[in-house]
């Protein structure tokens, strides 16, 4: 971006902000007919030994501290809206069920936070996002003789510094609170296989893989006064490997050992497999390894986990699958389903993942949210290489530098490693987007993370980067570039100068986007259609195949609705994003669908239009800027008192003022007629300049450091709607006027000379009178600025007759006050400073503003 369009680009986006608060009614959602797929026995690890019991349902909800508020909800199911409130479940355990195993409590997802009670004692707490999680239930606050109550405590509210995902979200999806998962009670047997680790490691010279797998046994047998069986201490593990067709035993072993109670043991034991079946997407075959507890012929326990062999590792020149030279062709994924947010049917979950495959993709990146555990079953059963991401971008520098933060987000991915540990299909994670290569406090961030990342699983690390400025950091093994509204050939020196500091296996573009904000045109020469967005990603994937890149993710496969309004996207009243290679209702397959899967499926070219060029500019400005200057003619002939009212006003305002300090005669009519018109040229050139600013991906960022949709969604709603643009500005602007009026006058207070209220209405509408003057600009304004040859130079003219307007209006005032000017303009400063000061503290607080500003200004090098 040139530097004049940076700096006009900052320069514009200097507004009044406001914001409105309400406490919106709480409404749950949940899925019509939702059934947990508990016939997926591997998936929910149920066994000859092992069994759940679903704990989805009716659940009792009320506000916390408010039981009288008590209504029944469904689970899973979500909120929008802030708040605590105590979620509560009553089940029931026989005797022998109590004393016969180890129960867990199982959450596949809530949010944000948590305190977990049994029966009114609190068991575990949960600091925050929807990861899944694990309790074990003590089995001394278990009752067999009547309800158990499970009782969650759950707050929900993001905000700017203490949460994961952060409050800023940049096409981000729609984020509820609630219990928005499946929660389910699993019956282990006393003695049982209570972790399980499996690595795998292949020798392609040898063509051999070896599993190791790290047991950790347990006894929770306890002795009642009453018993007389001797007690179980000698016990035999087995393992057993299975290959992909399911029958064949390809390797077992057996090791007796001895265990009493309440003691545990490690075993660990390494099987080689001979000539194995390698995962890949092309052939997405895994084995089974079966891990067995017996004690003689008794079988104890049971555990299966479904294992791929497979090898994905970098190198300088390429990334190796199964050490092949491999490149990712990859589609980010972010659940979104209307208001029901990432809330899904296994079916829709099976359905969209099978829509990946088919299209012709061979990876998966979980963009911008924690998937449900069952994508990551779906990804290794239909061959796609699942990269999931910690839900964090755009992270201001203070708050990477913070050791609080850095701390939490440490303990959050504890958690996220923990949850997907048992899927061997799990072999990349993101550490987030939107990163600064320039940012040494993002770098310091990645660096102490990445490291605590791999001392707890052995994958690659991927970040990803705004724009193309990448740079080495210690432990990250992928560098990722983002890539928005601009074709991937305006990158290709950059991206060829990334290649040779890092190598070509190690960079590929993370997230490609493209708004297609106008629709169906007739060709792609017409910016942000569906035309275009096709061609976008056309370049996108033959310079990915010319220049050897690792791989890329297109951005995205569905279009998803998120919690801000987006201006570069296109107003929609429901938030929807339409960035998605096919709609959000699954229907409809846009060009940009076909074009990329015929690509990757070999199949026939599909032709993408070029057009001719469409003229954007609105109609209604320059029959509104005709009007004004019809209205303005008309005034001029109306006779000569307007013409030397405005004479003086705008040549000798000093007089002009004088006179209306003085009451001498000035119409009202004029003045009238005259505030209508400056309220109509005002609202004209903030029309204007709101379209022409539609799409730009600075003011989109800009506006979102201030964490409020309400801002949000006005601004694209009038950035979008030209003439709905001209009418609320131009109420806006009556308002305001209104408001200095009534400010001036309560200011007089303070001064001796007695100040009408029809002098303050003078001064404020004829103090304004030479934004008249733009009447012309406003017919053409946006047609020079989509011209993009002179706006820094327009803009700085703008702020500058917006600061003369002020200068003349400080004028006016000191001039009806009959008071020394400095006092005036000592008070006028202190008081928008005193303004400016109040907002800018209100969204600090709220909000992180300065912060996230100084970010974006980074970002897009403007500081």
């Known amino acids: 971006m040139p530097l004049k369009s940076k700096f006009f680009l900052f320069f514009t986006t200097i507004f009044v902000l406001f914001n409105l608060s309400v406490f919106p009614q709480i409404v749950f959602r949940d899925l019509p007919n939702y059934k947990i797929n508990t016939s997926d026995l591997l998936f929910f690890d149920i066994t000859d030994t092992r069994q759940i019991i679903p704990l989805n349902g009716i659940w009792k909800v009320y506000p916390k501290n408010d039981t009288e508020k008590s209504v029944n909800i469904n689970v899973p199911s979500v909120f929008k809206g802030s708040g605590e409130f105590i979620f509560q479940k009553s089940f029931k355990l026989t005797e022998n069920q ?38 074990r239930l003590p089995r001394d606050i278990l009752k067999s003789d009547g309800d158990n ?8 509210k993001l905000d700017s510094e203490n949460t994961i995902p952060l409050k800023q979200r940049f096409f981000f999806p729609q984020n509820f609170g609630g219990l928005i998962r499946d929660v389910y009670l699993h019956l282990i047997p006393n003695i049982n296989l209570q972790k399980t680790e499996l690595s795998s490691s292949i020798d392609f010279k040898g063509n051999k893989a070896t599993v190791t797998i790290n047991s950790q046994i347990v006894n929770n047998q306890f002795r009642n006064p009453g018993d007389t069986l001797p007690e179980l201490s000698n016990f035999t593990f087995v393992t057993q490997i299975f290959s992909p067709d399911g029958r064949t035993i390809s390797v077992s072993d057996k090791k007796d050992f001895e265990l009493k109670r309440n003691r545990e043991i490690q075993i660990k034991n390494s099987l080689t497999i001979s000539n194995p079946v390698l995962w890949s997407p092309e052939n997405p075959q895994s084995y089974l390894v079966r891990l067995e507890i017996f004690s003689g012929e008794n079988l104890i326990d049971r555990y299966d986990q479904s294992v791929a062999l497979f090898s994905l590792t970098v190198s300088k020149e390429n990334l190796l699958l199964n050490n092949q030279p491999f490149n990712i062709n990859g589609v980010t994924y972010i659940p979104s389903f209307k208001t029901f947010g990432s809330m899904m049917t296994y079916a829709q979950m099976e359905s969209d993942i099978m829509k990946i495959k088919d299209t012709g993709f061979n990876s998966v990146r979980f963009a911008k949210s924690i998937p449900h555990p069952y994508f990551l079953k779906l990804c290794e059963t239909y061959g796609l290489i699942p990269i999931i991401e910690v839900p964090l971008a755009n992270i201001p520098e203070g708050l990477s530098n913070s050791i609080n933060f850095t701390a939490r987000v440490k303990n959050y991915l504890n958690l996220l490693i923990d949850a997907y540990s048992k899927f061997s299909a799990f072999s990349v994670l993101n550490l987030g987007s939107s990163f600064i290569q320039k940012s040494e406090s993002h770098r310091s961030f990645l660096n102490n993370i990445s490291s605590f990342v ?131 209702d699954r229907k409809q397959e846009r060009l940009a669908y076909k074009v990329v899967s015929a690509k990757l499926r ?25 009007l004004l200057a019809l209205v303005m003619g008309v005034l001029v002939n109306s006779g000569k008192k307007f013409r030397d009212d405005a004479s003086r006003a705008l040549l000798r305002p000093y007089n002009f003022f004088a006179d209306v300090r003085d009451q001498r005669i000035i119409s009202a009519y004029h003045s009238i007629y005259l505030a209508i018109v400056v309220s109509l040229v005002n609202a004209l050139i903030a029309a204007n300049v709101l379209y022409y600013l539609k799409t730009s991906f600075f003011f989109e960022k800009f506006l979102l450091s201030f964490g409020s949709p309400a801002i949000m969604s006005a601004v694209s709603y009038l950035a979008w709607h030209p003439f709905n643009a001209i009418v609320w500005l131009f109420v806006i602007t009556i308002i305001v006027l209104i408001i200095l009026m009534l400010l001036i006058k309560a200011a007089a207070f303070f001064v001796k000379t007695k100040v009408y209220l029809s002098s303050t209405f003078f001064t404020v509408v004829w103090s304004l009178l030479p934004i008249v003057l733009l009447i012309p600009v406003g017919i053409v304004l946006y047609r020079l600025l989509n011209a993009d040859v002179a706006n820094l130079y327009i803009f700085i003219s703008l702020i500058a007759i917006k600061l003369w307007l002020l200068y003349r209006l400080i004028k006016g005032i000191y001039v009806i006050y009959d008071v020394n000017p400095s006092t005036v303009y000592f008070y006028s400063i202190v008081f928008i400073l005193g303004v400016m000061t109040v907002v800018t503290v209100y969204y600090e607080v709220n909000s992180s503003v300065v912060e996230n500003i100084l970010l974006t200004l980074k970002q897009f090098n403007i500081i």
């Open 149 to 156: 109550v499970i009782s969650v405590s759950l707050v929900y």
């Open 602 to 626: 070999n199949a026939e070219r599909v032709t993408i239009p070029i057009g001719a060029k469409k003229d954007d500019a609105p109609m209604i400005f320059i029959v509104t800027g005709l």
């Open 454 to 584: 791999k001392s707890k699983r052995n994958v690659l690390v991927a970040a990803s980067f705004f724009r193309t400025e990448v740079d080495e950091v210690d432990g990250v093994d992928l560098y990722g570039i983002e890539i928005f509204n601009h074709t991937i050939n305006d990158f290709e020196n950059e991206i060829k100068s990334i290649q040779e500091k890092l190598g070509k296996g190690r960079l590929f573009i993370s997230e490609a986007t493209y708004t297609a904000s106008i629709g169906q045109t007739d060709g792609y020469v017409n910016n942000y259609s569906f035309e275009a967005q096709a061609k976008f990603f056309e370049d996108l994937l033959n310079f990915s195949e010319q220049n050897n890149l690792a791989g890329y993710f297109v951005n995205t496969m569905f279009d998803l609705r998120g919690d801000y309004a987006s201006l570069t996207s296109g107003y929609d009243e429901d938030n929807v994003y339409r960035i998605g290679l096919i709609t959000e």
């Open 98 to 135: 109590i004393k016969g195993n180890k129960i867990d409590l199982v959450f596949f997802g809530l949010n944000y936070s948590a305190d977990i009670s049994l029966n009114k004692i609190i068991i575990y707490r949960h600091t925050g996002g929807d990861l899944p999680f694990t309790v």
